[in-house]
């Protein structure tokens, strides 16, 4: 099964980041060093997601695992389904959430920073925003697939509410 990011969540996210590009080179002569850094700031920005629409990050599930590929990744990150202890929803700040999971007690091996992670988000690790489905679902969906191959389950079953958040193909 592979979930890919959503292309019109990162266009309107493009399309924000060059307002702002106009809005930071539109300031008053007087505010330069505004102007200036406004203009870098948001032109990187839009350069980020124009490299993203290109290359869009990919979670592809399997019986062993999650892989994470695309985006700025060179080489996939890879998690095996028996380092997690599940998923969950995680609100950073009003607005904010992102989807987090936390290393089990035997884990073979865990992402640099997790301690630093869990000390500000709760949870060791979080994956990516801006996929085709909403956190929830996502959610779902990682915990369902983990469960099930875990227990050695060869078919994917979609949780109960699978039709009504997810839009894509297992």
């Known amino acids: 099964m592979e979930i890919?990011?959503?292309?019109?969540?990162?266009?309107?996210?493009?399309?924000?980041?060059l307002v702002l590009v106009a809005v930071s080179l539109s300031l008053p002569d007087e505010r330069f060093y505004l102007r200036?850094?406004?203009?870098?700031?948001?032109?990187v920005s839009?350069?980020?997601?124009?490299?993203?629409?290109?290359?869009?990050?990919?979670?592809?599930l399997d019986q062993?695992?999650?892989?994470?590929?695309?985006?700025?990744?060179?080489?996939?990150?890879k998690i095996a389904w028996r380092d997690v202890d599940g998923f969950v929803v995680r609100r950073i700040q009003p607005g904010t959430s992102l989807v987090g999971f936390n290393y089990s007690v035997h884990a073979s091996s865990k992402l640099r920073g997790a301690a630093f992670s869990r000390g500000i988000t709760g949870v060791d690790g979080g994956l990516p925003g801006?996929?085709?489905?909403?956190?929830?679902?996502?959610?779902?969906?990682?915990n369902a697939y983990r469960e099930q191959a875990l227990a050695n389950d060869k078919t994917f079953r979609p949780p109960e509410n699978f039709s009504t958040t997810y839009s894509g193909k297992p």
């Open 36 to 43: 200036l850094l406004g203009g870098i700031l948001f032109s």
């Open 130 to 142: 801006g996929w085709s489905i909403s956190n929830v679902a996502l959610v779902d969906i990682l």
């Open 4 to 17: 890919v990011t959503s292309r019109k969540k990162l266009i309107l996210c493009l399309l924000g980041s």
């Open 64 to 77: 062993d695992g999650l892989s994470l590929s695309g985006g700025f990744r060179l080489s996939p990150m």
């Open 46 to 60: 839009a350069i980020i997601f124009v490299l993203t629409l290109v290359r869009p990050a990919r979670l592809s």
